[in-house]
């Protein structure tokens, strides 16, 4: 492993583990637990600079290395994975028995352990749920080096705590993510999207407002606004049979306007993050657009470029700034930003941004539940030593 | 704690709770506690020491302090209809019945949500939402009775979980009261809420982490079209292909539900739905939709049916026809009642695709031991719900229905399934968590446990056989537990 990957958004790891077994994993997190080290665990990489940097790294622990798919019961609609599988190397296995995994990679490289850990769902959530609804069963290593299972391999399963939903989005800061179980859904016969640029937030509220209502049952429902004030593009997915497909793009075209355009591919910004630097901003679905309104004004004042996009069918946005944007006017977008989404019933978490804009704001900012999270981590992580400061309230 | 100790101190607590909560709200008459003894699940009964009727978060969180204060243990209790004995109460403690709590706050359109007390009735929800174009997906068969706090707790699904999901992928937010006395709300109207997913945690945690007080629902549009079929077959292995053929094709139909000979042979003595005759399986087909994907998939699964040998075919005409189709099939569980003095409801998921082998070898379990099982379930998703039919008043068949029940519930876990699908663990299966999970995989589960509840006072005794200590290091023994000394929790 090249030294630069060692590097952990600047924090120097002492040593990097990279297990090729179940086993040999548990055996590096026993030893670590003897010897009190802290363990940040990683995929492929492409988000360990999300969240806060860790603490201190004694041990990262890659498991890019466990990238078998075990097992895929295609008449189950089940597949069984080890975390280093590419989710792009997935969805080709899935595809040959025209299934697949209904979650958008929209980070390029991404593995499956690294989308559980950061529950980083894409557009298609609108229909099929987001990464914890699709994981029926998850095998962890504790930090202890117990090797643990919850869920199973059956979709409808409610015996015992379903502790894959504690695991979907903690940031390895619980345990070791060593295989996991998917429910998969059938490659639709076709797929359309119907594609408009309207003027403002208050046109792209009856857009949204108005496909939600209607009965075509979109996949997905996508925004993009590249410039601060520009026009916002609406993009709608549909997928079913071609006939099905054809007369719902109608629809949604009539209900879009005249400047519609119906194509079966997706727009070049779907399904992409903006960035580097990336905010995420929740919204109840009804308040995206004075949502939209306030990110226009803060990007004003604070004289800074930003991209927005994201699924404004679920109330779930994306801004994202350049790498050189300044970090005193990032710091204060992001405070604007959050005060917006508050307002909105929602929260603005900076993804990722340059240590200089994380020693302005909080990252993670304020959580509701905390002081449960902390128990919850002082269970299963007593000494924090799981990733840590990576979380939410240093966790 | 002894017998006269205990039921001192709920005399006591009822006494302070009296004032908070009014006279009406606190029932200590013996009779009285007595029509709480048990839940859905009749077979265990245990008369809790004091039942109380919060009406706001506020009593029920002065209710759930009063017990912490006093050591008492509380269970929390919606409608009492769970399968699974998740509501049992406990002979030195309190239950919290939340049937009181039944307003609808609010049905929020425009953002696709409802607000709704834990009281309210699942089916209300529905109703509610009906004028606007709306409905909530999850719908237990007991959905005209059961309260959404139960379904929360117990993470209950339906016949259409299928394609929608089940509980908890349609709440987006919980106001909790936690076993240490706070309110904590968990997500809301908005989804994604930052930190660990303690919401997905809790829904599903049978009662064990707290009670929820205002629940925050996803509303679905209502589908454009809905066509359902009543398809009849000789056998269950060719009913079973038919699925397979149906799924295989790529399409996921809104309810797959199975009945055998047996089930039918209960439902019409029950309801007369008509079904019919000589069928040996029939399975209700529902897909739901866009018109014009739904005409387009129905046409492809009525030709499923019959290439695999369905010797009959109706299409629900209307609405009124698909809810006799359904009568039928929701009815099953009490229908047996018809054909059989005692029965047990059992409750096992399994690959499906593992279903004919299954259903081969339940009829082979049935033959050996003389017990009589009738098969009910959610055939595309592999959720058994076979009913094992026995007499109570002839001795020694309780015990032999017990063992086919128990023993079914072993092919689950042999075919890699599961003990339960929606019916919960609670009271019933605690016992057979260590046949589908290692001794590892319950104590760190009970992790989550002691980070909500170090106490043990939240509907303690369900989900694991053996409660973990909390604070205990495995593996090593210190001196008894202060629980264990203050009689609250034993080590087995």
């Not at chain 2, 009406?55 to 209790?77: H, K, L, N, S």
Request: hydrophobic residues 45%; charged residues 20%.
């Amino acid at each position: 492993m090249s030294s630069d990957i060692a590097l952990i958004d600047g924090v120097q790891a002492a040593a990097v583990a990279r297990p090729g077994s179940q086993d040999a994993v548990a055996e590096v997190l026993r030893t670590a637990a003897r010897d009190k080290l802290t363990v940040v665990p990683c995929g492929a990489g492409t988000k360990l600079d999300w969240g806060c940097p860790p603490r201190s790294a004694d041990i990262l622990l890659d498991v890019s290395a466990l990238d078998a798919v075990v097992e895929h019961v295609a008449g189950d609609l089940v597949v069984r994975v080890q975390p280093g599988v590419r989710l792009s190397s997935l969805a080709v296995e899935l595809a040959r028995a025209n299934q697949r995994l209904a979650i958008d990679g929209v980070v390029p490289g991404s593995t499956v352990g690294g989308i559980v850990s950061t529950a980083l769902s894409g557009p298609s959530r609108l229909l099929y749920g987001t990464v914890r609804d699709l994981l029926i069963g998850i095998t962890v290593v504790r930090a202890d080096g117990a090797v643990t299972h919850s869920g199973g391999k059956v979709v409808k399963n409610v015996a015992g705590y379903d502790l894959g939903k504690l695991y979907t989005g903690a940031y390895g800061s619980l345990g070791v993510i060593t295989e996991a179980i998917f429910r998969l859904h059938p490659v639709p016969e076709a797929a359309a999207w119907v594609v408009a640029d309207l003027p403002d937030e208050r046109a792209v509220g009856t857009a949204v407002a108005a496909v939600l209502d209607s009965q075509v049952m979109a996949s997905a429902l996508e925004i993009c606004r590249p410039a601060p004030a520009g026009p916002i593009t609406v993009a709608v997915l549909l997928e079913g049979v071609a006939p099905g497909v054809k007369a719902r793009s109608a629809a949604v075209s009539a209900l879009l306007g005249s400047g519609a355009a119906t194509g079966d591919e997706a727009p070049s910004w779907w399904s992409v993050l903006p960035g580097p630097i990336i905010l995420k901003l929740t919204a109840e679905i009804a308040l995206v657009p004075p949502l939209l309104r306030g990110l226009r004004e803060a990007a004003a004042v604070t004289r800074l470029a930003v991209d927005v996009r994201g699924s404004a069918g679920v109330g779930v946005l994306f801004a994202g700034l350049a790498a050189d944007a300044d970090p005193e006017a990032t710091g204060r977008f992001v405070l604007a930003a959050r005060a917006h989404c508050r307002d909105a019933g929602g929260f603005a978490v900076l993804l990722r941004a340059p240590a200089a804009v994380r020693a302005r704001v909080d990252a993670w900012g304020p959580v509701a539940g905390l002081s449960l999270m902390r128990r919850l981590k002082d269970e299963f992580d007593p000494d924090h030593r799981m990733a840590p400061g990576r979380f939410v309230g240093g966790l | 704690m002894s017998a006269a100790a205990a039921s001192g101190a709920a005399l006591a607590l009822a006494e302070r709770l009296r004032p908070l909560l009014g006279p009406d709200a606190v029932l200590t008459d013996r009779a009285q506690l007595r029509t709480y003894e048990c839940d859905g699940l009749a077979q265990f009964r245990v008369t809790p020491a004091l039942v109380v009727f919060p009406r706001t978060a506020a009593q029920c969180q002065a209710v759930v302090r009063a017990c912490i204060d006093a050591g008492v243990p509380y269970v929390a209790r919606g409608s009492g209809t769970g399968l699974s004995g998740g509501a049992l109460p406990r002979s030195d403690g309190v239950l919290i019945v939340t049937a009181q709590m039944r307003t609808i706050h609010q049905i929020d359109v425009a953002n696709q949500r409802a607000v709704v007390d834990p009281g309210v009735i699942n089916l209300q929800v529905t109703r509610d939402a009906t004028p606007h174009g709306y409905y909530y997906a999850p719908d237990p068969s007991s959905q005209q009775i059961c309260s959404i706090g139960g379904n929360v707790a117990e993470n209950s699904g339906g016949a259409h979980c299928l394609k929608y999901g089940f509980t908890v992928n349609h709440v987006t937010g919980c106001e909790v009261v936690t076993p240490d006395g706070e309110i904590v709300q968990m997500g809301g109207k908005a989804v994604d809420s930052p930190g660990y997913d303690l919401l997905g945690a809790f829904v599903g945690s049978e009662g064990t982490l707290g009670i929820t007080t205002r629940v925050t629902v996803r509303l679905l549009r209502a589908p454009e079209a809905v066509q359902t079929l009543l398809a009849a077959f000789h056998s269950t292995d060719d009913a079973g292909t038919a699925v397979s053929a149906i799924i295989g094709a790529g399409v996921l139909p809104a309810a797959v539900e199975m009945m055998d000979a047996l089930a039918i042979e209960a439902a019409e003595a029950a309801v007369a739905c008509g079904y019919p005759e000589g069928a040996g399986a029939v399975l209700i087909v529902e897909l739901d939709g866009p018109a014009a994907e739904v005409d387009h998939t129905f046409a492809a699964v009525q030709k499923h049916c019959r290439d695999h040998g369905a010797f009959e075919i109706r299409v629900a005409a209307d609405p009124v026809q698909r809810a006799l189709f359904w009568k039928g099939r929701k009815s099953a569980f009490a229908a047996v009642g018809r054909i059989s003095p005692d029965y047990i409801v059992q409750d096992g998921v399994i690959p499906r695709t593992a279903l004919p082998e299954v259903l081969r070898r339940i009829a082979a379990l049935s033959g050996e031991r003389g017990v009589r099982v009738a098969n009910v379930f959610h055939a595309g998703d592999g959720n058994l719900h076979p009913l094992v039919l026995f007499d109570d008043a002839i001795e020694g068949q309780g015990e032999q229905a017990e063992e086919v029940s128990g023993a079914i519930l072993d092919l689950c876990i042999e075919y890699g399934g599961s003990i339960t699908g929606e019916h919960g663990v609670g009271s019933d299966k605690a016992k057979y968590m260590p046949r589908m999970f290692t001794e590892v995989d319950l104590d760190t589960m009970q992790m989550l446990r002691c980070a909500f509840d170090p106490a043990g006072l939240c509907n303690p005794g369900k989900i694991f056989p053996t409660p973990r200590l909390c604070g205990e290091v495995p593996g090593r023994h210190k001196e008894a537990h202060p629980l264990v000394q203050a009689g609250v929790a034993d080590v087995f």
